[in-house]
């Protein structure tokens, strides 16, 4: 039989993994990346049990979290560094990890499979009858175009699928740096504690045995704090307790504004869009990156099981979109106390980290066990 050929616009979480995926199944891939190399946010990111269970379905898992902490508790702090709540992961797995890590995984995986990446590509459009556009003007034909270009998806967007892109009140600028040598001593997993301060949270996350990650969260009408290199004064004055912690940061950072899409479907013909650039969301229970990999798996699990395009990616959505809305409203909903008054917002962030139903509803996604693993 002909092999049958995808054409993926983006290197990221979402098309790194379709790559694995669709060429562990047969296909001939081809990923077009824009950026000179593969190169990710200087952070780190949380991946849960989901997550790993599609790390470990490609043949990714172990190089990804090599010295990655098992990230086993979570504290929320008030200003005045009182415990709000603390959530222990039990009975599943949660690292915190260097995105680079976890991108040079999934690339290593690809190109073993066969996987041509090519840089320096920059993806422009894509027709329903599966054509990718280049922005130097070649189109090359496909069985499969796979968007898998990020939040301000071109391919999304040729083809008039977005419905709604809510910017949202609040952004964050992340960064690494190294850990002392206290830190480097503690062997037994990480304690990740985020502290708020009016709008402001500071999010602390070892995240390998040398790196620290920082997320620094605010509203994004806030120019002070969002500005990078981070203004070390102003965020000393708002966390006064954390002085140590804010002067080992240094110059570099990136600043996102947290967004919100739908999409009205998640394919068009034979393109499929997957990831951010379907169902980007603020990171509040740190499952963007989870739920970009799990729509890249199950996408392939879906067009091996159903040999028309069309109707494998109909029922592909129509699978697996929930689950994701799910973990999009759970994150906007809980992002909402940012702007509440502080007692109010502590109250709230109180009830969410005791309520045995809150509970389940934000870890549902961590626990479900992905289509093809
Ligand atoms: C502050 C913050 C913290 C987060 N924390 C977590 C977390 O702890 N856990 C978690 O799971 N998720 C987290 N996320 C979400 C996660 O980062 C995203 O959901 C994830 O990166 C989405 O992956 P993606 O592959 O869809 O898109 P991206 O990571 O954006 O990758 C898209 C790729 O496509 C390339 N590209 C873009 N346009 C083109 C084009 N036209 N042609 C060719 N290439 C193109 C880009 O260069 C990039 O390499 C966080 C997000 C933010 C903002």
Redesign the pocket.
């Known amino acids: 039989m002909r092999k049958r050929h995808a054409e993926i ?9 379709a790559a694995c995926a669709l060429a562990q199944r047969g296909w001939s891939v081809r990923v ?4 000179d190399r ?4 200087g ?6 049990e989901n ?1 790993l269970r599609v790390l470990e379905a490609v043949g990714a898992y172990d190089v990804a979290v090599k010295g990655a902490p098992f990230a086993h508790t979570r504290e929320v702090r008030d200003g005045r560094n009182r415990l709000i709540s603390v959530h222990r992961w039990t009975g599943s797995r949660v690292f ?1 990890i260097v ?1 680079q890590n976890v ?1 040079n995984a999934l690339a290593a995986v690809a190109t073993r499979a066969g996987v041509d990446i090519v840089t320096d ?4 459009g894509a027709t329903p009858d599966g054509e990718l556009m280049l ?1 130097d003007g070649r189109k090359l034909k496909a069985d499969l175009v796979v968007g ?8 999304r967007d040729s083809l008039g699928l977005l419905a709604k892109r809510k910017y949202l009140v609040d ?2 600028t ?1 960064l690494l740096t190294d850990k002392t040598p206290e830190e480097m001593a503690v062997t037994d997993g990480a304690k990740t504690v985020e502290y708020w301060s009016g709008t402001r949270r500071v999010l602390y996350t070892p995240c390998s045995e040398t790196d620290l990650y920082i ?1 620094l ?1 605010m509203l994004d009408s806030d120019a002070v704090a969002k500005a990078v290199p981070v203004r070390k004064d102003d965020w000393k004055r708002a966390f006064p307790r954390l002085e140590p912690l804010i002067d080992r940061i240094g110059d570099q950072g990136r600043y ?1 504004r ?1 967004d919100l899409i739908k999409l009205k479907r998640w394919s068009a013909g034979r393109v499929a869009i ?5 169902h ?4 509040n229970i ?8 799990m729509n ?1 798996l199950s996408l392939a699990v879906y067009l091996e099981r159903e040999n028309d395009v069309a109707a494998a990616l109909t029922t592909w959505e129509r699978n697996e979109r929930p689950l994701t809305e799910h973990t999009q409203r759970i994150s906007h909903i809980l992002g909402l106390p940012t702007t509440w008054p502080p007692v109010l917002r502590a109250a709230a962030l109180g009830i969410a980290g005791r309520s045995q139903w809150l509970i389940r509803q934000r870890t549902r996604t961590a626990l479900h066990r992905p289509t093809g693993t």
């Open positions: 616009a983006g290197a990221g979480f979402a098309g790194l993994t077009h990346e824009r950026a593969l190169r990710t946010t952070a780190g990111i949380y991946i849960y997550g915190s995105r991108i590509s920059l993806a422009a922005a898998a270009d990020g939040s301000n998806s071109r391919l952004g964050c992340r997320a969260t996102d947290f997957v990831g951010d650039a379907a980007a969301l603020p990171p740190g499952q963007g990156g989870g739920c970009a990999m890249a």
